[in-house]
Structures are given as structure tokens and as C-alpha cells.
């Protein structure tokens, strides 16, 4: 059996666990509350002026107000939902899973909230064992797994609420790979809420062509001059052990905090120390090493350069800046002379011991008292805490008025119509 038939038997007959269910539900209002608040970005605006401008067959929401086709309404909202890079990471394969996801599952059709989930976790879990089957070296290469991995999701999830069978689920995972595409050059760029947006795009083309009869090579993902072998794939098979069985998307990590993932793990460990910025001497924040070239930028200048810093997200812990909220890493709080002269008090190592969730902080403090935590993103807390962190987030981005009602509207059972209808708030 080829790597497309297995995947395709699993996105036809899988049957989600509930436990894994529950999680999704909570990635559903994150993609909501990221793509309602990120409506008003720049890059947003701008595509959802494209989608509006071409017109077409009103089938699918935008985030921010509109309707238009299926296709079109995928690449906005995926894109939209991005633009802030504020919504879940899952740090198996380094991907960001729902925005290439949800926007493919909500422009396919008209489908009750709970199918839509389902088919949203087949994707979801597809995409992650895809990034792991893909490995390390697909990404250090240059390719975006949310983009690449996250095509095939978006495929597989819109392919079930087609209800397609497994011969045609096939079809459409061989066109994906034809397709899917992102670079992570973009990164820092318009182009990276943009790869999302294609993944989802690519979801609902490759679903709807293989819906009307297209075919194409059965072995395009892991066969002869395939996906894999041309993009650098490990082509590691175990990524896909305990496939059905196991649900990978329950470790899917929330962002908490308004800033690169990176520095995640040492906001919580240092938050739960309970210190202020005048009680404290020396810092010492201990990382993984690849984050050394992805979030240390010593002294920011910008609110976005404040995003990928170490020393400024420890400053704004330490000096009470609430970090869920954007609009605290602004070029005020990168400039502000207090926040600066804390900084000063940051050192930033590099531990290979550590694993890439992890961080571990070590705090002097001005009378000579040594205080040290550690924080691991994929430790496991209650679902109850998490969702009370993640509407502390809700609250903090789109109002309380409208955090409620998307809390209850992805509750048990997901109202769908009232989600697409919170869909279209206006941009703020």
C-alpha cells in the first residue's frame, strides 16, 4: 500500500477521539480570535481586497466582512488568520497547524459545526505526520512546513467533508503534492501569513478536483521523483506509526504570549517567579540553540524586532507588560528607557540538554537570593487552565463582548452558522 492509501484510509474512516476533539475545539477559537483580530493587518487588507475584486460565486465568509468563492475565500482567510502569528505551533514538526487548516474546512460548503471539527483533526493529524515523515532536514532546507505539510491536511480535511472515498482521496493527496509550496524565506514578510493561505487554497482546488474526476500519479508523494525526494524529505515511515490510534494534534502548543514561539517557555518560567524589574540583579535564560538565531535580537528597535527578543520579552515579564497583548510589543516599550536598562541585566545562553519547548531561568536578586524555574511548552496542564489562558488571549484581542460569544459558539456542539456569521466582524 502506497503512503497516499494509508493516509487516505485513515481521512475516510478515522474516528476521532474525544479527548482529541477537545483540543481542536479550543484550536477553533484560537483560529477565530487570531483571525478576527488580524482582519485590519496590512496583508490582510489586502488580499481580502484581491478575493473581493475578482467577485465570483458568494460560497465561503472572509474574516472581516464578504463572501466569495471557496478557493478564494481559503488563501484570505488562511492568510488573515496568520497575519499576526499568534495561533498554535505543534513543535513535532515545527508547523503551524490550524491556519492552513480552518480555512479550507469552513469555505468547503455548508456543513455542521461537528463534521467540520472532525474533518478539521484528520486534517490537522495528517499534517503533523506529514511534517515528521518530511523531518528536520525538509525545514532547515528552506521549506515552510505550515505551507507544505499543512497542504496535504487541508486536503484530507476538505476530502472528508466531501465524503470522498479512498480512490479519489488518493487523486487529490497526488495533486497536493504537485502543489503544495512555501519557502521560509519569507519569513519577516507578507510571505509567510501568505504560505498558509496557499496550503488552505491548495486544500480545497486539490479536494474539489479530485471531487470532479481529475487524476493523477498515486506515487507523487513518496514515489520516484515525488514530494519527498524532491523536497528534501527524511522520508521517516514511524511518523505515521499508531496512525488512528494515536492522536499527535493533542500536543498541539496555544501562543499564550504575542511573540515568537521561541521565547514561550521562558516567559512562563520567569512570570512564575513572581519578581519585579527593581528586585532583580542578573538573569540568566537558558534555550535551545536553534532558537539562538531565531529570537535573540539583543538590542530591538521595533515593536516586531521586541517579538523575536529574549532580553526585551524578559525586561517586559520583569517590569509587569502584560506579553498576551500586541500591542505592548510596540517601538514605545523597545525604546523605553527602563525596559532598556533591564535589559542589561539579560544574558542569554545557548543548552543543547534542552529540548526546543524547553527553558530554564536563573534570577539573582538585589539582596543576593537565587531563584531558578523551568518551563516545558508541551507539559501537560488541564483543560480547564488552558482555557483560561486562552480567553485571557480572547479577551485581550477581540473584546469581551465577542470572546464570549465565540467561546460559546465552539463549545459542544460547534455552531457553525454563528461562527461564519462572528466571521465577518468588522476589522478593528
Not at 496590512?42 to 481580502?48: A, G, K, M, Y
Not at 491548495?202 to 515525488?226: E, H, K, M, T, Y
Not at 502548543?253 to 517567579?273: D, Q, T, V
Not at 517579538?307 to 515579564?317: E, I
Amino acid at each position: 500500500m502506497t503512503l497516499a492509501a494509508t493516509i487516505a484510509r485513515f481521512a475516510a474512516s478515522g474516528a476521532p477521539v474525544e479527548n482529541a476533539r477537545d483540543v481542536m475545539r479550543q484550536s477553533l477559537y484560537d483560529w477565530m480570535v487570531c483571525g478576527i483580530s488580524g482582519a485590519s493587518e496590512p496583508v490582510s487588507l489586502i488580499v481580502r481586497e484581491q478575493a473581493l475584486a475578482d467577485g465570483g460565486a458568494p460560497d465561503a465568509r472572509l474574516f472581516g466582512g464578504g463572501a466569495v468563492p471557496a478557493r478564494a475565500a481559503a488563501l484570505a482567510n488562511g492568510t488573515i488568520s496568520h497575519a499576526l502569528d499568534y495561533d498554535d505551533t505543534h513543535f513535532a514538526h515545527i508547523g503551524h497547524p490550524s491556519v492552513a487548516i480552518f480555512p479550507a474546512v469552513f469555505a468547503a460548503g455548508r456543513h455542521d459545526g461537528e463534521a467540520r471539527l472532525d474533518a478539521a483533526l484528520i486534517g490537522a493529524e495528517i499534517s503533523v505526520r506529514i511534517g515528521l515523515w518530511l523531518g528536520r532536514s525538509h525545514y532547515q532546507s528552506g521549506f515552510h512546513q505550515t505551507a507544505t505539510a499543512g497542504a496535504f491536511g487541508a486536503t484530507v480535511a476538505v476530502a472528508r467533508l466531501f465524503g470522498l472515498n479512498e480512490e479519489q482521496l488518493t487523486e487529490a493527496i497526488g495533486i497536493t503534492a504537485t502543489k503544495a509550496a512555501g519557502l521560509k524565506s519569507q519569513f519577516g514578510t507578507m510571505g509567510k501569513p501568505l504560505n498558509a493561505g496557499l496550503a488552505a487554497e491548495c486544500g480545497v482546488i486539490a479536494a474539489d478536483l479530485a471531487r470532479r474526476g481529475f487524476v493523477s500519479n498515486p506515487n507523487a508523494l513518496d514515489g520516484p521523483q515525488g514530494f519527498g525526494s524532491t523536497h528534501e524529505g527524511a522520508g521517516d515511515l514511524t511518523a505515521f506509526d499508531e496512525l488512528g490510534s494515536a492522536w499527535l494534534m493533542q500536543d498541539v502548543s496555544h501562543k499564550l504570549h504575542a511573540c515568537c514561539h521561541g521565547l514561550h517557555a521562558m516567559i512562563e518560567a520567569l512570570g512564575s517567579l513572581n519578581l519585579t524589574a527593581d528586585t532583580v540583579s542578573d538573569v540568566i535564560i537558558e534555550t535551545h540553540p536553534r532558537w539562538l538565531a531565531v529570537c535573540n535580537i539583543t538590542e530591538p528597535k521595533t515593536g516586531l524586532e521586541s517579538k523575536f527578543s529574549y532580553r526585551q520579552a524578559a525586561a517586559m515579564v520583569l517590569g509587569g507588560h502584560d506579553t498576551s497583548k500586541i500591542a505592548n510589543f510596540s517601538k514605545e516599550t523597545a525604546t523605553d528607557q527602563k525596559l532598556s536598562a533591564v535589559r542589561q541585566r539579560v544574558q542569554v545562553r545557548a543548552d543543547d540538554l534542552l529540548s526546543e519547548t524547553e527553558a530554564c531561568v536563573s534570577v539573582t536578586t538585589t539582596s543576593g537570593e537565587k531563584f531558578m524555574a523551568r518551563h516545558d511548552l508541551i507539559s501537560k496542564i488541564s483543560a480547564e487552565e488552558k482555557w483560561q489562558k486562552l480567553r485571557r488571549k480572547g479577551r485581550a484581542l477581540v473584546g469581551k463582548d465577542i470572546e464570549e460569544r465565540l467561546y460559546n459558539t465552539t463549545a459542544c456542539p460547534v455552531d457553525s452558522k454563528a461562527l461564519l456569521d462572528l466571521m465577518e466582524t468588522p476589522a478593528r
